[in-house]
């Protein structure tokens, strides 16, 4: 079944903690992203890669950084977390940024304490 | 600044009943516009993909519209169901110099009530 997958799915962890959010596709995309989604403010994009090895900021990115070794893998990686990153995660792909449907992950909950 | 305006934040109508929900938007240059469901929790799902020379477009009971003249679109609800109760997001994604740009709306909420 061609999908995004998203682990942890929930995360409740500790001021300066160092996470990682995985983000796996099945569908040979070449362009990968990640959302961070707030009551009233919407879906924003953090960080965003075209392909392997070039990625780039979106709307959000202080805080985190990303990694694109694989084509299929994008993973989210929070160095420090703060109680402000609390929020919805969401990894998406597509096979480019143009027309194409991009298809999202089912999100992952994170809270900072 | 790029910027989608989504109209009405929230939405309840009767099952089997139809509505419609706004999308205005300054964005430029503009490339696509894009309607998502999302239910509670759960990540967007692509309704449609619309590009400037196209007005109309449907999936199901889904409709939407677009008038790049005056930069807004429309997503029609045909016969309503209670599945049908999600947030409906409108995004616009903007061409720029090897890249492009998506500008997300902040959704409108519909509840289908029985």
């Known amino acids: 079944e061609a999908q995004v997958t998203q682990n942890p799915r929930y995360l409740i962890t500790v001021t300066g903690k160092k996470l990682t959010v995985t983000c796996s596709q099945n569908m040979n995309h070449e362009y990968m992203s990640w959302y961070r989604q707030d009551p009233g403010l919407g879906l924003r994009q953090i960080y965003y890669s075209m392909n392997v090895e070039v990625t780039d900021k979106g709307d959000v990115p202080e805080g985190y950084k990303v990694s694109r070794k694989e084509k299929r893998n994008f993973p989210l990686i929070l160095e420090s977390p703060s109680p402000n990153q609390t929020s919805l995660y969401f990894c998406?792909?597509?096979?480019?940024?143009?027309?194409?449907?991009?298809?999202f992950g089912p999100g992952t909950r994170l809270t900072v304490t | 600044k790029n910027q989608v305006e989504q109209s009405p934040q929230s939405l309840i109508i009767l099952e089997g009943k139809n509505c419609t929900l706004q999308c205005n938007y300054t964005v430029s240059p503009f490339s696509n516009l894009r309607w998502y469901k999302q239910d509670t929790g759960r990540g967007p799902v692509s309704l449609t993909i619309m590009t400037f020379s196209e007005n109309t477009k449907s999936n199901g009971r889904y409709t939407a519209t677009l008038d790049a003249d005056t930069k807004q679109s429309s997503l029609h609800i045909t016969a309503s169901q209670l599945s049908d109760s999600a947030s409906y997001i409108c995004v616009v994604s903007a061409r720029g110099a090897g890249s492009y740009q998506l500008t997300f709306g902040k959704g409108t909420k519909l509840s289908v009530i029985p």
């Open positions: 998406a792909s597509s096979f480019g940024q143009a027309t194409y449907e991009q298809y």
